[in-house]
């Protein structure tokens, strides 16, 4: 789901929990919002650069992705493990378990709608998965990564930045 129907998805039970939850609704829509921090730090890694613009379009390009190229990838602030790891920290501060609802409602969005069986891009709920799965399908994501790299230079050979 794109970072703009997060926001849009997520500014409903923001504003629904200001007058029960104060400050904490703030951080419910932060921690729905700031998960996906994780798809900037796996774009540094794998292209040794920031580019605001060549992650979305890296992100968006993934799902135009045709068989029989599949990539499955890893969204550590969206695995299972961290926000366990999170709802233990807020055992410890109390404003944290806004961060958690925030990420477990943001996550549910993304369940939902990267639901479909057919698809070519597919993202593990653990890193355990991860390990286990990652052996099948790593030519497959540098494939993709290749082609999706080519797809986004610009006329003078570079990623977009």
Not at 5 to 33: C, D, E, R, T, W
Not at 137 to 150: D, F, G, I, M, P
Request: with cysteine; proline share 2%.
């Amino acid at each position: 789901m794109s970072l703009k129907n997060h926001i849009k998805y997520s500014i409903i039970p923001f504003l629904a929990l200001i007058p029960f939850a104060g400050i904490g609704a703030l951080y419910f829509f932060l921690g729905s919002i700031l998960i996906d921090l994780d798809h900037c730090i796996d774009y540094v890694i794998k292209f040794r650069r920031f580019s605001a613009r060549g992650m979305f379009a890296f992100y968006e390009g993934l799902s135009s992705v045709k068989e029989p190229m599949r990539y499955l990838g890893l969204s550590l602030f969206h695995t299972l493990e961290f926000i366990i790891f999170v709802l233990i920290l807020s055992l410890f501060f109390l404003w944290l378990s806004f961060v958690w609802l925030g990420m477990v409602f943001h996550w549910i969005l993304d369940v939902v709608s990267l639901y479909n069986p057919n698809a070519n891009c597919r993202r593990v709920f653990t890193v355990v998965e991860y390990m286990i799965q990652i052996k099948h399908y790593k030519n497959s994501n540098r494939e993709v990564e290749a082609l999706l790299t080519k797809q986004h230079l610009d006329s003078e050979g570079r990623l977009y930045t």
